[in-house]
Antibody, heavy 125, light 108 residues
Framework: EVQLVETGGGLIQPGGSLRLSCAAS????????MSWVRQAPGKGLEWVSI???????YYADSVKGRFTISRDNSKNTLYLQMNSLRAEDTAVYYC???????????????????WGKGTTVTVSS | DIQMTQSPSSLSASVGDRVTITCRAS??????LNWYQQKPGKAPKLLIY???SLQSGVPSRFSGSGSGTDFTLTISSLQPEDFATYYC??????????FGQGTKLEIK
């Protein structure tokens, strides 16, 4: 079964660091676009970061310079290193596979088709 | 940045009702629009991609339409398991995959 399992969440003090892991099954992380999406308590979904199959990485302005997305191909695992954590980073963090569909005229429609169950990060003193 | 605005923010309906949720983009996004369903305590689930393409395994009572700036998600006959929060998402301005604020569908 295609699935993603996140680990690494927990309670951390402001200014601290945490690394989230996301283990994939039945597909290859490095062959896909992979992303992190978070959801603060009682709030909506917020895209956080993405890593392309070619290795390029991108971040939301809210985390740029503090978070780093990476992958370990040998472990088929995605990571999110989170530094200088703030109270507003408190959220459930979802690991997501980004797939695409191509049209007859070669447009590529990207969508998030596989989601992990999420791991909770709480930033509080 | 492209902003996505959903309406209404919440909606009450009954089993068997036809329901429509609207999503508006702050600029044209062609058909680069996805819809997700999220139930409490669960991860979101992809329903519709490319504005109107039904994801495999999703019941045919769900449909999507629109292009440019205005989009709709329609549930033709509400079932008990459809009460959830629905999010739209643009994939035009990648890598920024902006979501709408969500529409909570509740039982009347």
């Amino acid at each position: 079964e295609v699935q993603l399992v996140e680990t690494g969440g927990g309670l951390i003090q402001p200014g601290g660091s945490l690394r989230l892991s996301c283990a994939a099954s039945e597909f290859t992380v490095s062959s896909n676009y992979m992303s992190w999406v978070r959801q603060a308590p009682g709030k909506g979904l917020e895209w956080v970061s993405i890593i392309y199959s070619g290795g390029s990485t991108y971040y939301a302005d809210s985390v740029k310079g503090r978070f780093t997305i990476s992958r370990d191909n040998s472990k088929n695992t995605l990571y999110l290193q989170m530094n200088s954590l703030r109270a507003e980073d408190t959220a459930v963090y979802y690991c997501v596979r980004v797939d695409y569909s191509s049209s007859a005229d070669y447009y590529y429609y990207y969508y998030m088709d596989v989601w992990g169950k999420g791991t909770t990060v709480t930033v509080s003193s | 940045d492209i902003q996505m605005t959903q309406s209404p923010s919440s909606l009450s309906a009954s089993v068997g009702d036809r329901v429509t949720i609207t999503c508006r983009a702050s600029q044209s996004i062609n058909s680069y629009l996805n819809w997700y369903q999220q139930k409490p305590g669960k991860a979101p689930k992809l329903l519709i991609y490319a504005a109107s393409s039904l994801q495999s395994g999703v019941p045919s009572r769900f449909s999507g339409s629109g292009s440019g700036t205005d989009f709709t998600l329609t549930i033709s006959s509400l079932q008990p398991e459809d009460f959830a929060t629905y999010y739209c998402q643009q994939s035009y301005s990648t890598p920024m995959y902006t979501f709408g604020q969500g529409t909570k569908l509740e039982i009347k």
